[in-house]
């Protein structure tokens, strides 16, 4: 299995990117999977999630600015997004795409237990 993600970049306040998941090789079904970020100097927190019955969750910071998605091409391969608009200077952060078969609310909620991890993306938002 393998998590690589992507669309990190820098923009300036009020713009707008969008972070791709890829996933191969899956040959297990996640259940949840999820967007987290760490600010330099920060713990990682959870941006959004999204099951596999396409129920989402957002954090505050989120809500109403980001969309996570996700398109299964087949059953070996998906590919989740995370639009995100209205960007923040506060939205600066190493973006990390996650993914869990369990369904739990550490990993709807919490943004803990994951199984499966991608590399990060970048992004920085200048005021």
């Known amino acids: 299995v393998q998590l690589v993600d992507s669309g990190g970049g820098l923009v300036q306040a009020g713009g707008s990117l969008r972070l791709s998941c890829a996933a191969s090789g899956v040959s297990i079904r996640f259940n949840v999977m999820g967007w987290l970020r760490q600010a330099p100097g920060k713990g990682r927190e959870l941006v959004a999630t999204?099951?596999?019955?396409?129920?989402?969750?957002?954090?505050d910071s989120a809500r109403d600015r980001f969309t996570i998605s996700v398109i299964s091409e087949d059953k070996d391969k998906s590919t989740m997004y995370l639009q995100m608009n209205n960007l923040k200077p506060e939205d600066t952060a190493m973006y990390y795409c996650?993914?869990?078969?369990?369904?739990?609310?550490?990993?709807?909620?919490?943004?803990?237990?994951?199984?499966?991890y991608g590399q990060g993306t970048q992004v920085t938002v200048s005021s």
């Open positions: 996650a993914a869990a078969v369990q369904i739990t609310e550490k990993t709807m909620i919490l943004g803990e237990e994951y199984d499966y």
């Open positions: 999204i099951s596999s019955g396409n129920s989402r969750y957002y954090t």
